[in-house]
């Protein structure tokens, strides 16, 4: 089993930014690949950006690039979202999400954090 716990959340303002962290612990070895996704009120939750464990490489939703940035510190087995210049439409509860190789979907989520972008 994996836990993953995020931080960094919060409210800030239109243009501001923002970096969440999701810490991972217990079977961290296992671990191929982490995500971050969000889910506004209402709508569906929504792939951000993603980070392989050991190569870095990295993935972006089209409508993000440019803006969020994934990270990983394999020693502190944590990843990083920053966002910047943050709009309105950004709010959302993010979540952050991995899984293991050959695994087509996510197996193991955090609980959320909020963020609130005020215009």
């Known amino acids: 089993q994996v836990q993953l716990v995020e931080s960094g959340g919060g409210l800030v303002q239109a243009g501001g930014s923002l970096r969440l962290s999701c810490a991972a612990s217990?079977?961290?070895?296992?671990?191929?690949?982490m995500g971050w996704f969000r889910q506004a009120p209402g709508k569906e939750r929504e792939f951000v950006a993603a980070?392989?464990?050991?190569?870095?490489?990295?993935s972006y939703a089209d409508s993000l690039k440019g803006r969020f940035t994934i990270s990983r510190d394999n020693a502190k087995n944590t990843v990083y979202l920053q966002m910047n210049s943050l709009k309105p439409e950004d709010t959302a509860v993010y979540y952050c999400?991995?899984?293991?190789?050959?695994?087509?979907?996510?197996?193991?989520w955090g609980q959320g954090t909020q963020v609130t972008v005020s215009s």
């Open positions: 999400a991995a899984r293991r190789i050959n695994i087509n979907d996510y197996e193991w």
């Open positions: 980070v392989r464990w050991f190569s870095g490489i990295t």
């Open positions: 217990g079977r961290t070895f296992s671990i191929n690949l």
